[in-house]
Protein backbone atom coordinates (compact mmCIF):
# COMPACT_ATOMS: atom_id res chain seq x y z
CA UNK A 1 0.00 0.00 0.00
CA UNK A 2 0.91 3.37 -0.75
CA UNK A 3 0.91 6.40 1.08
CA UNK A 4 -1.95 8.39 0.34
CA UNK A 5 -1.23 11.51 -1.79
CA UNK A 6 -2.78 15.23 -1.46
CA UNK A 7 -4.56 16.58 -4.64
CA UNK A 8 -6.54 19.98 -4.68
CA UNK A 9 -9.16 20.13 -6.92
CA UNK A 10 -11.20 23.27 -8.14
CA UNK A 11 -13.24 22.05 -11.21
CA UNK A 12 -14.45 25.14 -12.55
CA UNK A 13 -17.31 25.68 -14.89
CA UNK A 14 -14.49 26.94 -17.36
CA UNK A 15 -11.69 25.09 -16.56
CA UNK A 16 -10.34 22.26 -14.04
CA UNK A 17 -7.20 23.72 -11.98
CA UNK A 18 -5.56 21.09 -9.68
CA UNK A 19 -2.24 20.43 -7.69
CA UNK A 20 -0.73 17.29 -5.91
CA UNK A 21 1.40 16.17 -3.24
CA UNK A 22 3.19 19.20 -2.12
CA UNK A 23 3.23 21.50 -5.09
CA UNK A 24 4.73 18.90 -7.57
CA UNK A 25 2.58 18.50 -10.03
CA UNK A 26 -0.19 20.70 -11.50
CA UNK A 27 -3.16 20.70 -13.83
CA UNK A 28 -5.31 22.64 -16.30
CA UNK A 29 -7.69 21.31 -17.91
CA UNK A 30 -10.83 22.88 -20.07
CA UNK A 31 -14.12 21.27 -18.39
CA UNK A 32 -15.36 19.71 -21.60
CA UNK A 33 -16.32 16.81 -21.89
CA UNK A 34 -17.60 14.44 -24.80
CA UNK A 35 -18.86 10.94 -25.22
CA UNK A 36 -17.13 8.65 -27.81
CA UNK A 37 -16.22 5.29 -29.05
CA UNK A 38 -13.42 3.22 -27.52
CA UNK A 39 -11.58 3.43 -30.98
CA UNK A 40 -11.28 6.73 -31.71
CA UNK A 41 -9.76 7.04 -35.54
CA UNK A 42 -6.58 8.86 -35.38
CA UNK A 43 -4.53 9.53 -38.63
CA UNK A 44 -1.10 8.78 -38.11
CA UNK A 45 -1.50 6.43 -34.65
CA UNK A 46 2.62 5.49 -34.89
CA UNK A 47 3.02 9.02 -33.81
CA UNK A 48 0.59 8.96 -31.10
CA UNK A 49 3.38 8.87 -28.17
CA UNK A 50 4.66 12.27 -29.43
CA UNK A 51 1.56 14.02 -29.08
CA UNK A 52 0.88 15.87 -26.26
CA UNK A 53 -1.56 14.21 -23.47
CA UNK A 54 -3.43 16.75 -22.30
CA UNK A 55 -4.63 17.47 -25.58
CA UNK A 56 -5.67 13.66 -25.88
CA UNK A 57 -7.12 12.98 -23.26
CA UNK A 58 -9.80 10.01 -24.08
CA UNK A 59 -10.76 7.72 -21.52
CA UNK A 60 -13.36 4.92 -20.24
CA UNK A 61 -14.88 5.68 -16.57
CA UNK A 62 -16.10 3.28 -14.27
CA UNK A 63 -17.49 4.54 -11.08
CA UNK A 64 -20.92 3.61 -9.18
CA UNK A 65 -21.16 7.56 -8.63
CA UNK A 66 -21.80 7.83 -11.94
CA UNK A 67 -25.31 8.25 -13.49
CA UNK A 68 -23.66 6.52 -16.96
CA UNK A 69 -21.18 4.16 -16.02
CA UNK A 70 -18.49 2.76 -18.14
CA UNK A 71 -18.65 5.39 -20.64
CA UNK A 72 -15.90 6.10 -23.12
CA UNK A 73 -15.08 10.46 -22.95
CA UNK A 74 -13.10 12.66 -24.59
CA UNK A 75 -11.87 15.40 -21.86
CA UNK A 76 -10.54 18.76 -21.97
CA UNK A 77 -8.92 20.00 -25.25
CA UNK A 78 -9.85 17.01 -27.30
CA UNK A 79 -13.59 17.04 -26.69
CA UNK A 80 -13.71 20.96 -27.86
CA UNK A 81 -12.83 19.54 -30.98
CA UNK A 82 -16.38 17.65 -31.58
CA UNK A 83 -19.59 18.62 -32.39
CA UNK A 84 -20.65 16.75 -29.55
CA UNK A 85 -19.20 18.24 -26.72
CA UNK A 86 -21.21 19.49 -23.11
CA UNK A 87 -19.73 22.59 -20.96
CA UNK A 88 -21.96 23.12 -17.98
CA UNK A 89 -24.59 25.22 -18.02
CA UNK A 90 -25.68 28.37 -15.59
CA UNK A 91 -28.75 26.78 -13.62
CA UNK A 92 -26.96 23.02 -13.44
CA UNK A 93 -25.60 22.20 -10.17
CA UNK A 94 -22.45 20.78 -10.26
CA UNK A 95 -22.67 18.26 -7.29
CA UNK A 96 -24.91 16.20 -9.37
CA UNK A 97 -23.25 16.45 -12.79
CA UNK A 98 -21.28 13.18 -13.92
CA UNK A 99 -19.27 15.86 -16.00
CA UNK A 100 -17.90 17.10 -13.18
CA UNK A 101 -16.80 13.42 -11.85
CA UNK A 102 -15.60 12.67 -15.07
CA UNK A 103 -13.08 16.00 -15.02
CA UNK A 104 -11.81 15.51 -11.06
CA UNK A 105 -11.03 11.58 -12.06
CA UNK A 106 -9.34 12.07 -15.74
CA UNK A 107 -7.17 14.80 -13.57
CA UNK A 108 -6.37 12.24 -10.51
CA UNK A 109 -5.58 9.79 -13.13
CA UNK A 110 -3.70 11.89 -15.30
CA UNK A 111 -1.64 12.48 -11.88
CA UNK A 112 -1.06 8.96 -10.74
CA UNK A 113 0.22 7.47 -14.04
CA UNK A 114 2.97 10.37 -13.94
CA UNK A 115 3.80 10.45 -10.65
CA UNK A 116 6.75 8.65 -9.00
CA UNK A 117 4.59 7.82 -5.82
CA UNK A 118 2.51 5.67 -7.99
CA UNK A 119 5.04 3.91 -10.09
CA UNK A 120 5.73 0.85 -7.99
CA UNK A 121 2.99 -0.87 -9.73
CA UNK A 122 4.51 -3.96 -11.34
CA UNK A 123 1.86 -3.98 -14.50
CA UNK A 124 -0.39 -1.62 -15.97
CA UNK A 125 -2.95 -0.63 -13.13
CA UNK A 126 -2.09 1.48 -10.66
CA UNK A 127 -3.81 1.67 -7.28
CA UNK A 128 -3.91 5.45 -6.15
CA UNK A 129 -5.12 6.62 -2.80
CA UNK A 130 -5.76 10.29 -2.65
CA UNK A 131 -6.75 12.87 -0.05
CA UNK A 132 -8.66 15.50 -1.83
CA UNK A 133 -10.05 18.94 -0.64
CA UNK A 134 -12.40 19.85 -3.39
CA UNK A 135 -15.00 22.79 -3.90
CA UNK A 136 -18.57 22.82 -4.62
CA UNK A 137 -20.70 26.56 -4.97
CA UNK A 138 -22.16 27.92 -1.95
CA UNK A 139 -25.26 27.66 -3.34
CA UNK A 140 -24.83 24.03 -3.39
CA UNK A 141 -22.95 24.15 0.02
CA UNK A 142 -26.07 25.79 1.21
CA UNK A 143 -28.30 22.91 0.26
CA UNK A 144 -26.34 20.56 1.75
CA UNK A 145 -25.34 18.80 -1.38
CA UNK A 146 -21.99 18.34 -0.43
CA UNK A 147 -22.69 15.67 1.92
CA UNK A 148 -23.77 13.50 -0.67
CA UNK A 149 -21.47 14.34 -3.08
CA UNK A 150 -18.49 13.85 -0.32
CA UNK A 151 -20.46 10.01 0.65
CA UNK A 152 -20.46 8.90 -2.99
CA UNK A 153 -16.30 9.27 -3.39
CA UNK A 154 -15.74 8.00 -0.32
CA UNK A 155 -17.75 4.99 -0.82
CA UNK A 156 -15.89 3.44 -4.31
CA UNK A 157 -13.55 2.80 -6.16
CA UNK A 158 -13.20 5.08 -9.28
CA UNK A 159 -11.73 3.61 -12.27
CA UNK A 160 -10.07 5.61 -15.12
CA UNK A 161 -8.80 3.46 -18.57
CA UNK A 162 -6.61 5.13 -20.56
CA UNK A 163 -7.64 4.26 -24.29
CA UNK A 164 -6.47 6.18 -27.61
CA UNK A 165 -4.36 8.46 -25.00
CA UNK A 166 -0.71 9.03 -25.78
CA UNK A 167 2.27 7.07 -23.26
CA UNK A 168 -0.85 6.12 -21.00
CA UNK A 169 -2.52 3.58 -23.42
CA UNK A 170 -3.98 0.54 -21.74
CA UNK A 171 -3.32 1.53 -18.18
CA UNK A 172 -5.83 1.28 -15.60
CA UNK A 173 -5.74 3.82 -12.50
CA UNK A 174 -8.10 2.74 -9.48
CA UNK A 175 -8.75 5.82 -7.40
CA UNK A 176 -9.83 5.80 -3.50
CA UNK A 177 -10.42 8.44 -1.12
CA UNK A 178 -9.43 8.14 2.15
CA UNK A 179 -10.46 11.39 2.98
CA UNK A 180 -12.83 13.97 1.52
CA UNK A 181 -13.13 17.81 2.01
CA UNK A 182 -15.23 19.86 0.44
CA UNK A 183 -15.33 23.85 0.68
CA UNK A 184 -17.36 25.97 -0.28
CA UNK A 185 -15.70 27.95 -3.04
CA UNK A 186 -14.59 31.38 -1.42
CA UNK A 187 -13.75 29.46 1.62
CA UNK A 188 -10.46 28.27 -0.41
CA UNK A 189 -9.39 31.59 -1.73
CA UNK A 190 -9.66 32.33 2.02
CA UNK A 191 -7.41 29.66 3.45
CA UNK A 192 -4.95 30.59 0.56
CA UNK A 193 -4.64 34.41 1.80
CA UNK A 194 -3.79 33.48 5.49
CA UNK A 195 -1.99 30.00 5.05
CA UNK A 196 0.99 29.23 2.57
CA UNK A 197 1.70 26.00 1.38
CA UNK A 198 2.46 24.43 4.21
CA UNK A 199 -0.27 25.92 6.23
CA UNK A 200 1.48 28.11 8.21
CA UNK A 201 -0.28 31.08 9.10
CA UNK A 202 1.26 34.20 6.90
CA UNK A 203 -1.34 36.53 7.36
CA UNK A 204 -2.16 37.11 10.83
CA UNK A 205 -3.87 40.65 10.58
CA UNK A 206 -6.93 39.20 8.21
CA UNK A 207 -7.72 36.09 10.40
CA UNK A 208 -9.83 37.86 12.30
CA UNK A 209 -11.42 40.47 10.02
CA UNK A 210 -14.37 39.86 8.68
CA UNK A 211 -13.79 39.94 4.69
CA UNK A 212 -15.37 39.50 1.34
CA UNK A 213 -14.34 37.13 -1.57
CA UNK A 214 -15.47 37.94 -4.99
CA UNK A 215 -15.10 35.02 -6.94
CA UNK A 216 -15.71 35.40 -10.54
CA UNK A 217 -15.64 32.51 -12.70
CA UNK A 218 -16.36 31.67 -16.50
CA UNK A 219 -20.70 31.23 -15.82
CA UNK A 220 -20.70 32.12 -11.40
CA UNK A 221 -20.19 34.96 -9.48
CA UNK A 222 -19.64 33.91 -5.65
CA UNK A 223 -19.02 36.82 -2.79
CA UNK A 224 -18.15 35.01 0.20
CA UNK A 225 -18.28 36.51 3.83
CA UNK A 226 -15.63 35.38 6.03
CA UNK A 227 -16.41 36.33 9.79
CA UNK A 228 -14.68 34.32 12.71
CA UNK A 229 -12.60 31.94 10.36
CA UNK A 230 -15.13 30.54 8.51
CA UNK A 231 -18.03 31.14 5.49
CA UNK A 232 -21.13 32.97 6.36
CA UNK A 233 -23.24 30.82 4.40
CA UNK A 234 -26.22 32.74 5.50
CA UNK A 235 -24.71 36.06 4.19
CA UNK A 236 -23.05 34.63 1.24
CA UNK A 237 -24.58 34.89 -2.05
CA UNK A 238 -24.13 33.00 -5.75
CA UNK A 239 -24.77 34.84 -8.99
CA UNK A 240 -25.46 32.97 -12.20
CA UNK A 241 -23.06 35.28 -14.05
CA UNK A 242 -19.70 35.14 -15.32
CA UNK A 243 -17.41 36.24 -17.95
CA UNK A 244 -18.01 33.79 -20.59
CA UNK A 245 -20.71 35.56 -21.99
CA UNK A 246 -18.97 38.73 -22.82
CA UNK A 247 -15.80 37.07 -24.18
CA UNK A 248 -18.85 34.90 -26.71
CA UNK A 249 -20.05 38.71 -27.13
CA UNK A 250 -16.79 40.09 -28.11
CA UNK A 251 -15.47 37.13 -30.23
CA UNK A 252 -18.96 37.62 -31.98
CA UNK A 253 -18.92 41.47 -32.60
CA UNK A 254 -15.16 41.38 -33.84
CA UNK A 255 -16.66 38.79 -36.15
CA UNK A 256 -19.45 40.57 -37.42
CA UNK A 257 -17.70 44.01 -37.69
CA UNK A 258 -14.12 43.14 -38.96
CA UNK A 259 -14.73 40.12 -40.61
CA UNK A 260 -12.46 38.03 -38.23
CA UNK A 261 -12.80 34.71 -36.52
CA UNK A 262 -11.11 33.85 -33.30
CA UNK A 263 -10.53 30.71 -32.37
CA UNK A 264 -11.73 30.92 -28.99
CA UNK A 265 -12.51 32.58 -26.19
CA UNK A 266 -9.04 32.29 -24.35
CA UNK A 267 -7.89 34.08 -27.04
CA UNK A 268 -10.15 36.99 -26.96
CA UNK A 269 -8.29 37.19 -22.82
CA UNK A 270 -5.34 37.36 -24.43
CA UNK A 271 -6.33 40.40 -26.59
CA UNK A 272 -7.87 41.86 -23.31
CA UNK A 273 -5.22 40.91 -21.00
CA UNK A 274 -1.80 41.04 -23.07
CA UNK A 275 1.55 43.59 -21.76
CA UNK A 276 1.59 44.26 -25.54
CA UNK A 277 -0.35 45.46 -27.72
CA UNK A 278 -3.74 45.28 -26.05
CA UNK A 279 -6.58 45.60 -27.77
CA UNK A 280 -5.29 44.62 -31.21
CA UNK A 281 -6.09 42.58 -33.89
CA UNK A 282 -4.62 41.95 -37.12
CA UNK A 283 -6.83 42.22 -40.43
CA UNK A 284 -5.99 41.35 -43.57
CA UNK A 285 -2.60 42.28 -42.11
CA UNK A 286 -3.23 45.22 -40.78
CA UNK A 287 -2.87 46.17 -36.80
CA UNK A 288 -6.84 46.98 -36.09
CA UNK A 289 -7.85 48.71 -33.09
CA UNK A 290 -10.94 46.78 -31.33
CA UNK A 291 -11.30 48.59 -27.95
CA UNK A 292 -14.46 49.60 -28.68
CA UNK A 293 -15.92 46.98 -29.02
CA UNK A 294 -14.01 45.25 -25.83
CA UNK A 295 -14.79 48.29 -23.88
CA UNK A 296 -18.29 48.92 -24.30
CA UNK A 297 -18.83 44.99 -23.21
CA UNK A 298 -16.40 44.84 -20.65
CA UNK A 299 -17.71 47.94 -18.84
CA UNK A 300 -21.30 46.65 -18.73
CA UNK A 301 -20.56 43.46 -16.84
CA UNK A 302 -18.36 45.37 -14.77
CA UNK A 303 -21.19 47.18 -13.47
CA UNK A 304 -23.36 44.38 -12.89
CA UNK A 305 -20.62 42.41 -10.71
CA UNK A 306 -20.17 46.08 -9.08
CA UNK A 307 -23.78 45.69 -8.33
CA UNK A 308 -22.97 42.53 -6.72
CA UNK A 309 -20.55 43.72 -5.04
CA UNK A 310 -22.41 46.87 -3.57
CA UNK A 311 -25.26 44.60 -2.83
CA UNK A 312 -23.75 42.14 -0.88
CA UNK A 313 -21.18 45.45 0.71
CA UNK A 314 -24.40 46.78 1.95
CA UNK A 315 -26.01 43.68 4.33
CA UNK A 316 -22.34 43.27 5.55
CA UNK A 317 -20.98 46.88 6.38
CA UNK A 318 -18.92 46.15 8.72
CA UNK A 319 -16.33 44.12 6.14
CA UNK A 320 -12.94 45.43 5.99
CA UNK A 321 -11.95 44.32 2.52
CA UNK A 322 -13.09 42.73 -0.48
CA UNK A 323 -10.38 40.82 -2.20
CA UNK A 324 -11.36 39.98 -6.06
CA UNK A 325 -9.93 36.64 -7.24
CA UNK A 326 -11.32 34.43 -10.21
CA UNK A 327 -9.82 34.72 -14.11
CA UNK A 328 -13.41 37.05 -14.11
CA UNK A 329 -11.11 39.27 -11.86
CA UNK A 330 -8.34 39.17 -14.08
CA UNK A 331 -10.52 40.65 -17.14
CA UNK A 332 -12.62 42.83 -14.70
CA UNK A 333 -10.19 44.52 -13.00
CA UNK A 334 -9.09 47.60 -14.93
CA UNK A 335 -12.98 48.56 -15.07
CA UNK A 336 -13.94 47.36 -11.39
CA UNK A 337 -11.48 49.52 -10.66
CA UNK A 338 -12.11 52.91 -12.26
CA UNK A 339 -15.85 52.13 -11.16
CA UNK A 340 -15.15 51.94 -7.77
CA UNK A 341 -12.89 55.27 -7.93
CA UNK A 342 -15.86 56.85 -9.61
CA UNK A 343 -18.48 55.60 -6.96
CA UNK A 344 -18.18 54.09 -3.79
CA UNK A 345 -14.87 53.99 -3.04
CA UNK A 346 -14.68 50.42 -1.21
CA UNK A 347 -11.52 49.26 -0.26
CA UNK A 348 -10.76 46.49 -2.46
CA UNK A 349 -7.71 44.57 -3.89
CA UNK A 350 -7.17 42.36 -6.85
CA UNK A 351 -4.13 40.17 -7.20
CA UNK A 352 -1.49 41.69 -9.32
CA UNK A 353 -0.31 38.49 -11.20
CA UNK A 354 -3.16 37.10 -12.79
CA UNK A 355 -2.32 33.45 -12.66
CA UNK A 356 -2.15 34.48 -8.90
CA UNK A 357 -5.95 35.37 -8.73
CA UNK A 358 -6.45 31.86 -10.35
CA UNK A 359 -4.78 30.10 -8.58
CA UNK A 360 -5.78 31.12 -5.59
CA UNK A 361 -8.66 28.56 -6.17
CA UNK A 362 -6.94 25.66 -5.61
CA UNK A 363 -7.83 24.22 -2.57
CA UNK A 364 -5.76 23.36 0.37
CA UNK A 365 -6.06 20.85 2.65
CA UNK A 366 -6.55 21.80 6.14
CA UNK A 367 -7.58 19.88 9.62
N1 LIG B 1 -4.77 34.41 -16.60
C1 LIG B 1 -5.98 34.84 -16.99
N2 LIG B 1 -6.19 36.11 -17.27
C2 LIG B 1 -7.36 36.54 -17.65
N3 LIG B 1 -8.44 35.76 -17.79
C3 LIG B 1 -8.32 34.47 -17.54
C4 LIG B 1 -7.09 33.93 -17.13
N4 LIG B 1 -7.29 32.63 -16.93
C5 LIG B 1 -8.57 32.37 -17.20
N5 LIG B 1 -9.20 33.47 -17.59
C6 LIG B 1 -10.60 33.58 -18.04
O1 LIG B 1 -11.45 33.88 -16.94
C7 LIG B 1 -12.66 33.15 -17.04
C8 LIG B 1 -12.98 32.48 -15.73
O2 LIG B 1 -11.96 31.54 -15.40
P1 LIG B 1 -12.03 30.74 -14.01
O3 LIG B 1 -11.00 29.68 -14.11
O4 LIG B 1 -12.01 31.67 -12.87
O5 LIG B 1 -13.50 30.10 -14.12
P2 LIG B 1 -14.05 28.81 -13.39
O6 LIG B 1 -13.54 28.76 -11.99
O7 LIG B 1 -13.73 27.63 -14.22
O8 LIG B 1 -15.61 29.06 -13.44
P3 LIG B 1 -16.66 29.06 -12.21
O9 LIG B 1 -16.01 29.79 -11.08
O10 LIG B 1 -17.85 29.76 -12.82
O11 LIG B 1 -16.91 27.63 -11.90
C9 LIG B 1 -12.48 32.20 -18.21
O12 LIG B 1 -13.27 32.67 -19.28
C10 LIG B 1 -11.03 32.25 -18.57
O13 LIG B 1 -10.84 32.20 -19.97
MG1 LIG C 1 -14.14 29.30 -10.15
Known amino acids: MTNPRI ?139 DVGYRSQLLGSVHQVEFLVTPKHQGKKVNIKFDEVKVYPEGFAAYVNLIMDNELKVINKELINKQILIQDIGGLSTDIAVIRNRNVDDDKAQGFNLGVSESLEQIREEIRSKHGVELDSRRDVVDIITRKNDRHHIMVKGSRTNVHDITDHILLELAKKEYRFLRNVWSKNSQSEICYFVGGGSAVLKDYIKALNNKLDGFNIEFFEDESESIWMMRMPIIN
Request: hydrophobic fraction near 40%; aromatic fraction near 4%.
Open 7 to 145: AAVDVGNDALKANFGKMENELYIPNVVAQDMEDRPVIGIEELNDKEVLDNIHIRVHSPALEENNVVYRVGNLATKTTNSTELDPGSSKSEEDQTLIMLFASLALDAVESEAFKAAKNDTIDANYILGTGLPLREVKEGK
